[in-house]
């Protein structure tokens, strides 16, 4: 194996890496989250049926696919800390876990904001949508339950059981929501069926949707950085680290 | 095979000296299902479609109830540690809880579920189903549910916190079992939905009784 | 033979002990000593598979412990594993059950730890000791267990039990078992090579 890579898995080595690499990410979601709103809101040309309001979709596309990706990197993380016994996986968890309900709120806040233009109403029982608060309520349930116990590794192992669990079930929950829509027939206008999907649209949603990556890794980055000292905080180059911050 | 016997056979015991346990689950189905009705008003059309899912919502809650004792009682007298050092598979340990907590609950909640049916004026093919998404659809509530338990043990808050676990993990087995009662009302063959729910019936047997023997060796270290 | 190499567990980010290497032969005592809080429970715990060491191992018979290990071990914890509605016969036949032994040797083993007129009265009438002596009933049953792991056996106990459970145990070691127990009290088991290990 990598001897290197492993070095790198121990938080104490970790952790001047990621503050090496926090400004990268974070000027490249600045710079990136610029020219996707540029490209939105003054290249992208009005929509024929729903005017100006469909231009959300160049937040919601992206925090929705955000959410789900992120649901699943922080199942690989905490899994693989599971089988490997490596530390820093399950900080990783930890620090995917807001950003991916901040990603899963963002998607169903401008759901709803979108919604009420387009059928006239806030919260419509779409599948999609359902199934993005059944998604937020994960997240919630996995955030709550490592904040519930004390002892850390405890806490990262426990998580990992939760969210392995949790992604065997996604996908059935999905296709179950999805089926319990079409026996009701609910509201079926799908937000990522927009019309004629423009080539500058298309352009607009993935400088977005890249913008969100590199923000996220950004913020887990951030965020690792914190649980780290806070977890070593006996350690003493993690004393040695505050006195000098 | 021994002890999965020798588990199961000591939980119903124990379970036929605390009938009490058992009972108030079954009777908090039955208000929780009979207040329904209270709150929405009795006009009958409404109330018909909305009987899978009060019953399915009820056995749910029920389920929530129970599971929260599922290891509580093992854990604090050490029987649970006794259980996870001993020669006997865990897994055959945890299947026996998971078979005892839903011959204890799971089973009378279906059974007694066409009552709650009737009360609603569902028909009696509708009843038919009813019993048998019940019958197919509260094991994975107590196979899902005992890894939801078994992560929340020892844990402050951990009834509420219970539910925010495994209550949305649920979302398939409410979906396919009040599904197919809605399915059978409306003259759709209901035995989509039932095999749905079977298969997620096996995907849980795989999932829970793993996640629960992992999760008890994390609460107990 | 258990052995530990470099062992290290912590509590809540604790570090408890580090760096503990002892072994037991056959007909082996170790006396965990130490403080509150020091780490004997955990320690005991780590030996049992229980708790799973910061660093180090633990091996018996030259393996690291496994599933086949759990066949020759006894663990007694703190918490006596019995259940206020099962009579005293029922917790011991269980637990006996559960760890493969054979059930018709319960009620001599109540017997010997002076309990068996207890033996269908409903647990949840016992005493304190009573319980403890219940749950010690195992050691009874587990003559042919090699390896037996105390955490305190003798917390709770009168006179006369500690003196029984005692002699359990010097029979088990004579008879080449080995044995770990924590304890705060200094009772005398007879044995050939008892060793003591101190945690700070």
Not at chain 2, 73 to 101: N, S
């Amino acid at each position: 194996m990598n001897s290197e890579l492993f070095r790198l898995a121990a938080p104490q080595a970790f952790f001047p890496v990621a503050g090496k690499m926090l400004p990268w990410f974070s000027f490249l979601a600045g710079a990136l989250a610029l020219a996707g709103l540029y490209v939105a809101f003054f290249v992208a040309p009005t929509d024929a049926t729903q005017g100006e309001a469909y231009r959300i979709i160049f937040i919601h596309v992206p925090a929705a696919w955000m959410s789900m990706f992120i649901y699943v990197m922080m199942a690989g993380w905490a899994g693989f800390g599971l089988a490997m016994n490596t530390r820093l996986s399950g900080m990783m968890s930890s620090a995917l876990a807001p950003t991916g309900a901040m990603f899963t709120f963002i998607a169903l806040w401008t759901g709803a904001l979108w919604g009420k233009p387009t059928w006239g109403t806030y919260w419509a029982w779409d599948a999609r949508m359902t199934s993005e608060l059944v998604l937020l309520f994960l997240y919630l349930g996995f955030i709550a339950l490592k904040g519930a116990i004390q002892d850390p590794a405890r806490a990262d192992r426990a998580g990992a059981i939760l969210a392995l669990v949790g992604v065997v079930n996604v996908p059935i929950i999905y296709f179950s929501v999805q089926w319990w829509n079409t026996l009701h027939q609910g509201a079926s206008v799908s937000l990522t069926r927009a019309p004629s999907m423009a080539a500058v649209m298309l352009l607009g949603m993935l400088l977005m949707a890249l913008a969100a990556w590199m923000y996220s890794i950004a913020v887990a980055l951030a965020r690792l950085r914190r649980i780290i000292l806070e977890r070593e905080r006996d350690a003493e180059w993690a004393k040695l680290q505050r006195s000098t911050a | 095979m021994t002890g999965f016997l020798t588990v199961l056979r000591r939980e119903l015991r124990i379970a036929l000296r605390r009938k009490g346990d058992a009972l108030n689950v079954l009777v908090f189905f039955v208000v929780v299902a009979s207040l329904f009705p209270l709150g929405v008003g009795p006009e009958p059309n409404q109330l018909r479609a909305m009987a899978a899912g009060v019953a399915w919502i009820a056995a749910l809650l029920a389920a929530l109830l129970s599971l929260a004792r599922l290891f509580a009682a093992d854990y604090a007298d050490g029987t649970l540690e006794q259980m996870l050092v001993a020669p006997q598979p865990l897994a055959a340990v945890v299947l026996a809880k998971i078979c005892a907590h839903w011959l204890l609950t799971g089973l009378p909640l279906a059974l007694v579920a066409p009552l709650i049916g009737l009360q609603y004026g569902l028909p009696a093919d509708a009843l038919c189903v009813l019993l048998v998404s019940l019958l197919v659809g509260t094991p994975v509530l107590s196979l899902l549910g005992a890894a939801g338990a078994a992560l929340t043990l020892g844990v402050r808050g951990g009834g509420a916190l219970l539910g925010l676990l495994v209550l949305p993990l649920f979302v398939p087995v409410l979906v396919f079992g009040a599904g197919a009662v809605t399915a059978s009302l409306i003259g759709i063959n209901p035995a989509a939905h039932l095999s749905l729910l079977g298969a997620f019936l096996a995907v849980s047997l795989l999932v829970g009784p793993w996640a629960s023997c992992a999760a008890l060796r994390v609460a107990l270290d | 033979m258990l052995e530990t190499s470099a062992l290290a567990c912590e509590r809540g980010g604790l570090r408890l002990f580090s760096d503990l290497g002892f072994s037991v032969a056959p007909g082996g005592l170790l006396r965990v000593r130490g403080a509150n809080g020091s780490g004997k429970t955990t320690l005991l715990r780590a030996l049992a598979g229980l708790t799973r060491p910061a660093a180090g191992a633990v091996r018996w018979r030259g393996e690291p412990i496994g599933d086949g290990y759990r066949g020759e071990m006894l663990f007694l914890g703190h918490a006596p594993a019995i259940k206020d509605e099962l009579s005293v016969l029922e917790n011991l036949e269980f637990s006996a059950s559960l760890a493969e032994l054979k059930n018709s040797d319960c009620k001599i083993a109540l017997q010997q730890m002076g309990i068996s007129r207890l033996a269908d009265l409903p647990a949840r009438y016992l005493s304190q000791g009573q319980r403890k002596r219940a749950a010690l009933a195992r050691l009874a049953l587990s003559a042919a267990v090699p390896l037996w792991l105390l955490d305190e056996p003798f917390a709770a106990l009168d006179d006369e039990a500690i003196i029984g459970v005692s002699a359990l145990c010097a029979t088990h070691l004579a008879a080449g078992g080995m044995l770990v127990l924590t304890s705060h009290q200094d009772v005398p088991i007879s044995c050939a090579t008892t060793r003591d290990i101190e945690l700070q």
